[in-house]
């Protein structure tokens, strides 16, 4: 088996790579020539990296990418700065998902999963979740005025309605965590198919290294991913206040 990581430089995306490498799990990180990655992570032989972005890669060379994995990992997020904020990409996790869409499509006979880090700010409407008036014109807004929040929005969107339910090449898990917080060492956390507290006024925490955990857990656990395939489950900590 082999996993592509996207976002592997960030918080949450080098604990994944860490996670496949204690299960001995070969990766891939595409990262950005400027992006600071472990030297842990980089000089491990489970690991194989590749300097780009995956917006400007060119079909040859995303092809490559893909050909021989098994498993696509999203991590992928706008830096918490003014420019990542509000600058270009504008829909960076929008336009991997598309991308690797297309090139999947584009090869016969491949098949792939993909795990999407997505948010609680998703409401996966087509499982029948409903937020309150006051919750929807909040979530509007940031929708609005959040380039970030919007490209997480229309990413997951793609997933749901886009490749859906019943595509022959692609299944995918959209992993949902509540308020990301740091933690050294993984932790009890429960998996929900739908939030039970509102992400805007009963917010819960979802330590980065629970997250990678389960995000690890899906790689390997085939009957883990048969339980969450094609689905949005929401990860908290247990202990979650």
């Known amino acids: 088996m082999k996993v592509l990581v996207l976002g592997a430089s960030g918080a949450t995306g080098k604990l994944v790579v860490e996670q496949l490498i204690k299960r001995k799990i070969s990766s891939r990180i595409l990262i950005r020539e400027s992006s600071v990655v472990p030297k842990e992570i980089l000089e491990n032989p489970l690991v194989e990296t590749i300097k780009g972005n995956i917006n400007e890669l060119k079909p040859t060379k995303m092809n490559n990418l893909i050909l021989d994995c098994d498993m696509i990992v999203s991590c992928l997020g706008h830096n918490m700065s003014l420019k990542g904020m509000l600058g270009q990409p504008r829909y ?3 336009d991997a998902l598309k991308i690797i869409h297309e090139t ?3 090869s016969t006979n491949k098949k792939i999963k993909i795990i999407l880090m997505s948010t609680t ?6 499982s029948g979740e409903k937020n309150s008036v006051v919750e929807r014109i909040i979530l509007a807004i940031l929708k609005l005025l959040l380039p970030p929040h919007r ?4 990413a997951a969107d793609f997933l749901m309605k886009d490749i859906g339910t019943q595509d022959e090449q692609i299944e995918w ?3 949902r965590p509540d308020t990301l917080i740091n933690n050294d060492l993984v932790s009890p956390y429960e998996i929900c198919a739908s939030p039970v507290r509102s992400p805007i006024f ?5 330590s980065r290294m629970n997250v990678s955990h389960f995000i690890a857990e899906l790689t390997t656990d085939e ?3 048969k339980k969450w395939s094609f689905k949005t ?3 908290y900590n247990k202990d979650s206040n």
């Open 233 to 235: 489950p929401v990860i």
């Open 92 to 94: 960076l996790v929008f």
């Open 202 to 206: 009963n917010a819960g925490k979802t």
């Open 173 to 175: 898990v959209a992993v």
């Open 223 to 225: 009957e883990l991913w």
């Open 121 to 126: 700010g998703y409401t996966n409407a087509v």
């Open 104 to 106: 999947v499509k584009n």
């Open 151 to 154: 490209d997480n929005m229309k």
